[in-house]
């Protein structure tokens, strides 16, 4: 029993396992917004998406960290004194061998696509599309040929708006009902949009080991004082989008009470200069965190009890 707890202990690490809530809770949101409007819902079905986009999400965890190890990328961030390195250290600190961490990432893989193709028979091919599509996005991040979050032109933020936002929350919206519906799109804003914030202050903390490696973020591109300001600008379209969800009925008037949770990442951009060290990013860093995970559990319990009054 010992030895398994310490394997999954490992498993957890290796797979920046403790993350996992900035997929599974738009997976929620998707199936209670079925749940609210269309008074569809099956346990089983949300069960089985929430294997299969945690799945997914792992994955891409895993597979992020294999190739940022192969560009180098991490190797630079845990060697540069003013770097904060955010990867599992698996790789870097010889923990596991590549050929074992890929073993594992492409396990998580079969599982995600497992999920999908069951889902795709039981809710219709849609659901193969969207799961697909996260896939797609997961691998091609850091993979060659394309490997558009190196490029700088904004396109891994899209790539998290798609994969945390749109893809989960309209998947399990349509693994519900088995159609589509607008308002799945614009719930999937305000959570998808803290999600991208969550990876563009990530860059923060390592930006100059990125550029070292070749890898071109939006921090890289812009620098530190653009970047802020572009950051500063998702915080207020995620608060924008949620103030147009409550106003078109998509989520109960009571829901803005999740806009509080913004105060503590306000205050944190306060404390910061047109130029810091990547120390001074991870309060932010933080901030980000949890007012995304406060925000979403906020939301889930708001379309809850509007599912139980309805």
Same mark, same amino acid.
């Given at each position: 029993?010992?030895?398994?707890?310490?394997?999954?202990?490992?498993?957890?690490?290796?797979?920046?396992?403790?993350?996992?809530?900035?997929?599974?809770?738009?997976?929620?949101?998707?199936?209670?917004?079925?749940?609210?409007?269309?008074?569809?819902? &099956?346990?089983?079905?949300?069960?089985? /998406?929430?294997?299969?986009?945690?799945?997914?999400?792992?994955?891409?965890?895993?597979? &992020?960290?294999?190739?940022?190890?192969? &560009?180098?990328?991490?190797?630079?961030?845990?060697?540069?004194?003013?770097?904060?390195?955010?990867?599992?250290?698996?790789? /870097?600190?010889?923990?596991?061998?590549?050929?074992?961490?890929?073993?594992?990432?492409?396990?998580?893989?079969?599982?995600?696509?497992?999920?999908?193709?069951?889902?795709?028979?039981?809710?219709?091919?849609?659901?193969?599309?969207?799961?697909?599509?996260?896939?797609?996005?997961?691998?091609?991040?850091?993979?060659?040929?394309?490997? !558009?979050?190196?490029?700088?032109?904004?396109?891994?933020?899209?790539?998290?708006?798609?994969?945390?936002?749109?893809?989960?929350?309209?998947?399990?919206?349509?693994? +519900? /009902? #088995?159609?589509?519906?607008?308002?799945?799109?614009? @719930? #999937?804003?305000?959570?998808?949009?803290?999600?991208?914030?969550?990876?563009? &202050?990530?860059? !923060?903390?390592?930006? +100059?080991?990125?550029?070292?490696?070749?890898?071109?973020?939006?921090?890289?591109?812009?620098?530190?004082?653009?970047?802020?300001?572009?950051?500063?600008?998702?915080?207020?379209?995620?608060?924008?989008?949620? @103030?147009?969800?409550?106003?078109?009925?998509?989520?109960?008037?009571?829901?803005?009470?999740?806009?509080?949770?913004?105060?503590?990442?306000? #205050?944190?951009?306060?404390?910061?200069?047109?130029?810091?060290?990547?120390?001074?990013?991870?309060?932010?860093?933080?901030?980000?965190?949890?007012?995304?995970? +406060?925000?979403?559990?906020?939301?889930?319990?708001?379309?809850?009890?509007?599912?139980?009054?309805?």
């Amino acid at each position: 029993m010992d030895k398994l707890k310490e394997k999954w202990l490992e498993f957890r690490k290796a797979s920046r396992f403790k993350v996992i809530p900035v997929m599974l809770i738009p997976v929620a949101l998707g199936a209670l917004g079925a749940y609210v409007w269309d008074g569809d819902f &099956n346990l089983w079905l949300l069960l089985l /998406t929430l294997l299969g986009s945690g799945s997914a999400h792992l994955f891409s965890n895993m597979i &992020n960290d294999l190739w940022d190890y192969k &560009n180098g990328t991490d190797k630079e961030a845990h060697e540069m004194q003013d770097a904060i390195s955010t990867n599992s250290g698996f790789l /870097t600190k010889g923990i596991w061998s590549a050929k074992k961490f890929a073993f594992v990432t492409w396990i998580l893989f079969g599982i995600a696509a497992l999920s999908g193709i069951i889902l795709s028979f039981i809710s219709g091919w849609w659901a193969f599309v969207f799961g697909a599509l996260g896939g797609l996005i997961a691998y091609f991040y850091v993979a060659p040929p394309i490997r !558009f979050g190196y490029l700088g032109k904004g396109y891994s933020e899209i790539a998290i708006l798609l994969s945390f936002g749109v893809l989960p929350v309209a998947g399990s919206y349509y693994v +519900q /009902t #088995s159609h589509l519906d607008y308002r799945a799109l614009l @719930l #999937s804003l305000p959570i998808g949009l803290l999600t991208t914030l969550i990876l563009f &202050n990530h860059h !923060f903390l390592h930006w +100059q080991a990125d550029r070292q490696a070749g890898k071109r973020t939006l921090v890289v591109v812009w620098g530190e004082k653009r970047a802020l300001r572009f950051s500063r600008a998702l915080l207020l379209l995620a608060v924008l989008s949620h @103030l147009a969800c409550a106003a078109t009925g998509v989520v109960p008037i009571y829901a803005l009470i999740a806009l509080l949770t913004a105060i503590p990442l306000y #205050s944190a951009y306060g404390k910061l200069k047109e130029k810091n060290s990547s120390v001074a990013y991870a309060p932010l860093m933080g901030a980000s965190v949890k007012m995304t995970s +406060q925000f979403g559990i906020i939301l889930i319990l708001s379309l809850v009890i509007q599912g139980l009054i309805l």
